[in-house]
């Protein structure tokens, strides 16, 4: 995904000498980099995309201490906070984990909308939505239960990969999304009854009591710190028997931790307690990865539950 979201400086000093400061990075040429967005910063206090850059470098550098100012600095001088400079706060343990600001979500990811499935199916060997569907009919096979569904809800649609997983099995499908231009890429799929731009809490709050008995979640409460809001709203808006399927990623401790990735992971135990928590039965929760990065499988996991 893209690593940061350019904001010009308004000064044509700061942004040149921000252009070949990148060059250098990308070059491996850190020191000389460092100095170049020390620089741009001097010309432009305000250069968010500079200050964040230049905490890039100096971790890289292993100049932690450096590296916690300028993202601290990123923050500050953008108040969206696009770049999520915050998230990089958090991995450096210089802030409590918190919810990422949905102006950075939905910057990352009106980004990517345009190259989202090459990228995530092709490069990174993205299965979500084809692990929630083996994973729900497993659940429903064991209940004697038909695989079909009046009214689905896709949390976190994006471009429509789930949606078009799930296509024969429900009667309509709604699909929630942050990014406008994720939203628009699942309406010209024909997958979805109804689609709202809206953050997925925000978007559950506004369904009514018991008005699906599906709800879906693939890969997205990696980008949820705490489950318990969205879990109570999935409960609430399930009807009776509903099925509710979603992937995260996880890891071998306990809680919820920031990866490397920029993706919250959860600890199974975590994941067992938030859902007994908003009165769910969990029926199944298997370890198995939905993506890769270098080549190598994302720690992960599967779970279906029941209201």
């Not at 923050?75 to 906070?81: C, K, L, S, Y």
């Not at 318990?228 to 999935?234: G, I």
């Not at 919820?256 to 009165?279: C, D, F, K, P, Q």
Request: overall charge negative; aromatic content about 8%.
């Amino acid at each position: 995904m893209p690593a940061r979201l350019f904001m010009s400086s308004g000064d044509m000093n700061a942004d040149r000498r921000f252009d070949y400061a990148r060059d250098l990075q990308v070059q491996g040429n850190l020191v000389a980099a460092e100095d170049l967005f020390v620089q741009a910063t001097d010309l432009a206090p305000g250069f968010a995309t500079a200050w964040f850059t230049l905490g890039e470098v100096r971790e890289a550098l292993g100049d932690l201490p450096g590296a916690i100012v300028a993202f601290g600095k990123a923050q500050q001088t953008d108040a969206g906070d696009r770049n999520g400079a915050g998230l990089r706060l958090m991995r450096l343990g210089a802030a409590r984990l918190a919810m990422m600001p949905p102006t950075y979500v939905t910057a990352l990811f009106d980004q990517y909308a345009p190259k989202f499935e090459t990228a995530l199916v092709e490069t990174l060997g993205y299965r979500g939505p084809a692990v929630l569907f083996k994973a729900v009919l497993a659940t429903c096979a064991a209940s004697e239960r038909a695989m079909l569904f009046r009214r689905g809800i896709d949390l976190g649609c994006g471009t429509g990969l789930a949606g078009a997983a799930f296509a024969a099995q429900t009667t309509e499908m709604i699909g929630i999304d942050l990014s406008p231009r994720m939203i628009e890429r699942a309406r010209a799929t024909g997958f979805y009854a109804e689609l709202e731009v809206a953050e997925i809490v925000d978007g559950l709050r506004r369904r009514p009591d018991a008005s699906a008995d599906l709800i879906l979640a693939a890969d997205v409460l990696i980008y949820l710190h705490d489950l318990a809001p969205v879990l109570a709203e999935v409960a609430r808006v399930l009807a009776p028997a509903g099925v509710l399927a979603f992937t995260a990623e996880t890891h071998d401790g306990g809680g919820v931790i920031l990866g490397e990735g920029l993706r919250y992971a959860y600890g199974e135990g975590y994941v067992r307690h938030s859902v007994a928590t908003a009165g769910l039965t969990l029926r199944r929760l298997d370890h198995i990865s939905t993506r890769n990065e270098g080549n190598v499988p994302v720690p992960g996991m599967v779970a279906v539950a029941t209201k």
